[in-house]
Every structure is written in C-alpha cells, then in structure tokens.
C-alpha cells in the first residue's frame, strides 16, 4: 500500500522560509513523478513543482522559480520542497502527490496525480 507523509508546514513571518519534506512508501517503481501543490481557501489546487524521481528532472511553475526548489533524498523516499523569502500569498496547504509514468518527464496538472497524502498547512503572516 503507497503512503504519502508530509510535514514541515507551519506559521512564519513573510520573507521566511520552511522546507517541506513528503516521505513516500509503498513504492517499487522509481519511474514516478512527485509533485507539490498547494490549495489556498476558496481557490483551485494548483502545483507547485515536481520531479521525476528516476532521473532527477525538476519542473516548477512559473511564478515559483527562484523561490521554491524541489529535492530528493532517494536513500530516504523522501521528497522535500525548500520555500523561501515566503509571501503571505503562499499560505496555503500543501499537498505531496504520486504519479507513476514511463514518459520520462512529470507536469504539474493535479489530474495526472493518482496518489496524495494530507496536506500541511503553511501560514505565511506578520
């Protein structure tokens, strides 16, 4: 059975930082793709990054670059979301995702995604 786990979220002032981490369980097949998005109150999940963990690809969206970095520790099955100078905007709960393709590369569409764990609340604020 897969298993997703996140932690790390919490509150911080903006221009902070916070590092996710998403421990993945379950999985046999490194031919998978592990994304990060995120839900704020009465809008769309929308993603964040992601990485395909075979070759270590990185995908990010457009208004994330240069903040956000996406990471693997392959030994650990863990995959981990480094966010920084952070903006109130970027309170939200994030989500780790799981979806397993043998085209090589990951998108960022959460429809793609077939396996997510429960979110961890990060609140950006003064």
């Known amino acids: 059975q897969v298993q997703l786990v996140e932690s790390g979220g919490g509150s911080v002032q903006p221009g902070g930082s916070l590092r996710l981490s998403c421990a993945a369980s379950?999985?046999?097949?490194?031919?998978?793709?592990m994304g990060w998005f995120r839900q704020a109150p009465g809008k769309e999940r929308e993603g964040v990054a992601a990485?395909?963990?075979?070759?270590?690809?990185?995908y990010y969206a457009d208004s994330m670059k240069g903040r956000f970095t996406i990471s693997q520790d392959s030994a650990k099955n863990t995959v981990y979301l480094q966010m920084n100078s952070l903006k109130p905007e970027d309170t939200a709960i994030y989500y780790c995702?799981?979806?397993?393709?043998?085209?090589?590369?990951?998108?960022?569409?959460?429809?793609?995604?077939?396996?997510w764990g429960q979110g961890t609340q990060v609140t950006v604020s003064s």
């Open positions: 379950g999985y046999a097949d490194r031919r998978r793709c």
């Open positions: 990485i395909y963990v075979l070759f270590g690809s990185l």
């Open positions: 995702a799981a979806a397993t393709t043998f085209y090589g590369s990951c998108s960022l569409n959460k429809n793609h995604f077939n396996d």
